[in-house]
């Protein structure tokens, strides 16, 4: 075999081991990707409205239950981006649904709004109510949720 096509094949066989790796890489980032759903319900009884904010299948979707007879309606509806969708793993990776409390309440506050938070992370669920309180995980949840639908109708 001529010494130019000697090195022209290993350039290739190279070239087809560089791509098999890192499609091996690529398929072992998308395999550490967590299931989840999260379905924050928040009421608010002065507006008598109960709204829901699901979030899952790499979709966003907010839906309004007015407490009256009309109809429900959907607030918005989003696809999340591929950065989007990074992001909440990251967030998501950084909660770990097991310590958290079922109940977090300021018994000392009396307002009309409350939050309950279906979350689903991986094969860990909790269904967890809020009152007036601040806590850092559910606050990193708001926060997307609140960036991701800003403009929204």
Not at 18 to 32: D, E, N, R, V
Not at 64 to 81: F, G, H, R
Not at 85 to 106: A, P, W
Not at 130 to 138: A, Q, S
Request: proline content about 3%; some cysteine.
């Amino acid at each position: 075999m001529h010494p130019v096509n000697s090195n022209s094949t290993k350039m290739k066989h190279n070239g087809l081991l560089l791509i098999i790796i890192l499609l091996l890489y690529l398929s072992a980032c998308t395999q550490t990707d967590l299931n989840y759903k999260i379905v924050r319900t928040d009421i608010v009884m002065g507006k008598h409205k109960h709204f829901e904010w699901i979030l899952q299948n790499d979709s966003v979707k907010v839906i309004e239950y007015p407490m009256s007879s009309d109809p429900d309606s959907i607030v918005c509806y989003k696809a999340l981006t591929p950065g989007q969708t990074g992001k909440l793993q990251t967030i998501l990776k950084g909660i770990d649904v097991d310590t958290m409390k079922e109940s977090y309440v300021d018994s000392l506050t009396q307002g009309e709004g409350s939050s309950t938070y279906s979350i689903t992370i991986g094969d860990k669920s909790k269904e967890i109510y809020v009152y007036y309180v601040d806590v850092p995980e559910l606050i990193k949840i708001d926060k997307f949720l609140y960036d991701i639908t800003a403009d929204c109708k």
